[in-house]
């Protein structure tokens, strides 16, 4: 099983080559502290909508040192979708090995207790350009062979979806991921629970 000190240390375990629909190259991996500057521009470059469907805590440079500054030293584990040709950050897969009380308790209360032995916590970003053309199909197999690696079978949204989120709704659903029950958000704002088991077959071989 990889820990996360092991990922930081040999980022190259969780490096995987994909080809885009458009026939261009993208390499999902790590996040490591050399990228800094490529995050930045990553988060400036989110529009607004995508900051109300997927908040961070800032959009800019202290954000983005603030996320490497974080590898390996808490509970998460960051994937970045790097443009082969361009070097950009396209898209941020984050993880969490850490339960909040507040999940578990809605979750307990929908009949599925949660425990951090087998769960974890998802949430994916990706640039604006590249939603709604199956990038989050294609990469997701890949996050969950890290949550395997990591030990865990179960996923949760990280936050939960916006109620209003329809996209991600139906990218959720078509991956696997069932409806827990609905919920309001700590800003007010109608929101989803959902899970995903991962099933027993093995995943994906890398392209
Ligand atoms: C959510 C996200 C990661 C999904 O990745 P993606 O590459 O866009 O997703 P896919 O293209 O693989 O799948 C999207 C599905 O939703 C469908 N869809 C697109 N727009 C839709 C809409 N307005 N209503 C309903 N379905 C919609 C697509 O047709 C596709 O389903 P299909 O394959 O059955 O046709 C990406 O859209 C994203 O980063 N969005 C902004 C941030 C965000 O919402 N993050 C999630 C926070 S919980």
Redesign the pocket.
């Known amino acids: 099983m990889l820990t996360l000190t092991d990922i930081a240390d040999d980022p190259l375990v969780l490096t995987r080559r994909l080809r885009l629909r458009d026939g261009s190259r993208a390499v999902l991996r790590p996040l490591v502290h050399a990228d800094v500057k490529r995050l930045a521009d990553f988060l400036a470059g989110l529009s607004p909508e ?1 900051r109300r ?2 908040t961070f805590d800032g959009y800019d440079l202290a954000a983005a040192r603030e996320l490497c500054d974080a590898i390996a030293r808490y509970d998460k584990l960051r994937l970045v979708l790097e443009d082969e040709s361009s070097e950009r950050i396209v ?1 941020l897969f984050e993880l969490s090995l850490a339960l909040t009380a507040s999940d578990i308790a809605r979750y307990r209360v929908a009949g599925i207790p949660l425990t951090e032995r087998t769960d974890c916590r998802f ?4 640039a604006d350009a ?9 990469v997701i197999p890949f996050v969950m062979e890290a949550v395997r690696r990591l030990g865990r079978t179960r996923v949760i ?1 990280w ?4 109620a209003d ?7 959720y659903e ?1 991956n696997g991921f069932r409806l827990v029950g609905p919920f309001i958000g700590p800003d007010g704002t109608p929101s989803l629970d959902m899970i995903l088991s991962l099933p027993l077959h093995l995943p994906p071989r890398p392209a």
């Open positions: 995508s469907l997927s898209g949430g994916p970003t990706l590249y939603q709604g053309s199956g990038v989050g199909s294609l949204l936050g939960g979806v916006l989120n329809a996209r991600a709704l139906r990218f078509k």
